[in-house]
């Protein structure tokens, strides 16, 4: 009996000894959450077009935020309200209903590259593309203040997510009718190069010959 017991007690060990050492070198699932690389990259590529766009309409009077080089074009005040209403739109499509949807990391091949490609190719003016009417201007905001109070809200939280967020964003996807899927980080970038593309467009407005000296 007294052999018996030692034996149980050194099986025991053993046991234990190896399913530490099982512990220490089976390795743990990769996080879902993203890298640090690629929130500083949505991070800072959100706070650059934050700056550019507040910068593009700094100091306008009320002329030039009006004005519209063509009966069929935007003014910069209606361009604005575009950026504007699409950062909550879209940080709000991704919250509800992508990142709603069933987890699905085998789709992740079919969007590699696509990070770059949303940034190039978004705020590419050379390809017109015509707005949904539900992010088309209609005065949404009473004055230039409280519109720049809207966009400066919703970006502020989608970069608090981007900063703050464990949720495993490239493993939910979104369709988008120019670039096909995307996952919901892609959807995030495209926030910041859509307000990239509509700033330039800005720009093209205070270009035009027309525009008011004051």
Not at 20 to 41: G, K, N, V, Y
Not at 208 to 213: L, Q, S, T, V
Request: charged fraction near 25%; include cysteine.
């Amino acid at each position: 009996m007294k052999i018996q017991w030692k034996f149980s007690a050194v099986l025991c060990l053993v046991l234990t000894l190896a399913l530490a050492s099982i512990a220490q070198t089976t390795p743990t699932p990769a996080p879902a959450t993203l890298s640090a690389t690629e929130r500083d990259a949505a991070l800072n590529s959100l706070q650059a077009t934050h700056d550019a766009f507040l910068k593009s309409i700094a100091g306008l009077s009320e002329k030039q935020w009006r004005f519209k080089p063509a009966p069929d074009r935007w003014s910069v005040a209606e361009v604005s309200e575009h950026i504007a209403v699409s950062e909550s739109a879209i940080f709000g499509l991704i919250q509800s209903k992508f990142m709603t949807s069933p987890a699905a990391p085998e789709k992740r091949a079919e969007v590699a590259g696509k990070d770059e490609m949303v940034l190039k190719m978004v705020p590419d003016r050379s390809h017109k593309v015509q707005a949904p009417e539900f992010l088309k201007p209609t005065s949404r905001w009473a004055t230039r203040e409280e519109l720049t109070k809207a966009f400066e809200d919703s970006r502020k939280a989608t970069m608090d997510y981007v900063r703050t967020t464990n949720d495993d964003l490239r493993d939910h996807f979104g369709p988008h009718p120019v670039l096909g899927s995307l996952d919901a980080y892609q959807w995030i970038l495209l926030i910041s190069a859509h307000s990239e593309r509509h700033t330039r467009q800005i720009e093209e407005v205070k270009a035009d010959p027309n525009f008011p000296k004051e």
